[in-house]
């Protein structure tokens, strides 16, 4: 075992972390090394990776495959700006995502977060109605429960309640939210297809498009629903004359069990936003996929052509592995993996569903989420999963896994096994009087 290191006191006074405050007594653990569904503490600990890096780390840390594309574009060049200059990586990965990306998309904007490819489609949608001759139509209309990233054009779609829309009222865009589609364990009286319709008629003249995470949504409280609601609200755009965004900047590449979200309802979108695991979750890129004719439409608006450009669009060495990563998917029996991986956390998480505090267990492709009862979960919770050995982030209510597609079914129990353990024990949690049907 090693000690902490003598960095980390200077990461708790003067380094920012996700959604943080400073001076914060939270813990924080210094990783040290990464290799396929493991990461490794400081202090010598392997911990077995239950979150993928946040949906990124599909092929597991340090993948030969990912490093060696990696290194071979760095002795190439690095970077070059995309301003007026090309270059391979960029154009074989655009050519790569218009290849496997549903429906029938044209054109590829590379972008450096998902928030950044959402802002982007935000953009294209407002200028495509600019070129049709119907610059009023600005505003957007989605579910709640979303979450679409955290730049302000992105947030001003994110749930109301979860989102920040509070914090930055004023400033942010106010948007149309319809009522968040019923979990797909849960029966559907249609009111909240019949509430999107409703805002969607009353508004049409003025909405841009409707954007949404399809089948899956993420950070806005890990709900899985029924592809027929977003088969109807993608009928109801095409039969409003409002283009479809989908976001599938988490749902994308397999995690859902097919290879993007929207195939499982047989949905194309006008605009497709992609992020996350597009590089195999070692660089940042994102990447915003427009069909021809609202690209077309987007280039007869006032301005003339898309409004943006970041400084790092289209970055070599981030293109050059997204590009090996996708390659790899593909060579892969994907599928089957997913599909096991979700067949284990089905039976894996099962034992969570007789302790009474857990209002819901549900699993789809290769994602595990636990929702808690209440709004809150036992303080401590995070250290006590540390100390079984695996990583997993909590958040409000609900324990979630999302793991790489590499992990082994021994690091899978094991990570299946620590989470019920710390859920029964940690929360001293009986089992319910009256098990649940
Ligand atoms: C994470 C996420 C984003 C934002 O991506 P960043 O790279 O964090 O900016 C947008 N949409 C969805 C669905 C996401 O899961």
Redesign the pocket.
Known sequence: MQQQPDWLRYDRDHVWHPYATVHSDTPIWPIVEARGAEIRLADGRWLVDGMAS??SVIHGYRHPVLDAALKAQIDRFSHVMFGGLTHEPAVELARRLLTIAPGSLDHVFFAD???VA?EVALKMAIQCWDGRGQPQRKRFLTIQSG????TFG?MSVCDPENGMHRLFSGFLPEQLFAPAPPLASEADDGSALEAFETLLKQHRNEIAAVIL?PIVQ??GGMRIYRPDYLKSVAALCRQHDVLLIL?E??TGFGRTGTLFACEQAGVEPDIL?L??ALTGGYM?L?ATLVSDEVARDICRSEAGALMHGPTFMANPLACAVAGASIDLLLSRPWRDRVIAIERQLEQGLAPCRDLHTITDVRTIGAIGVIELKGNHLPPGIQETLVGAGVWVRPFRNLVYVMPPYVIEDAQLATLTEAICEVLSTRLQMQPSPNPPL
């Open positions: 946040w949906w977060s998902g928030s959402v979450y679409h990233g955290d992105a995470e993420g950070a976001d900047i988490a936003c992020g996350k940042t994102a």
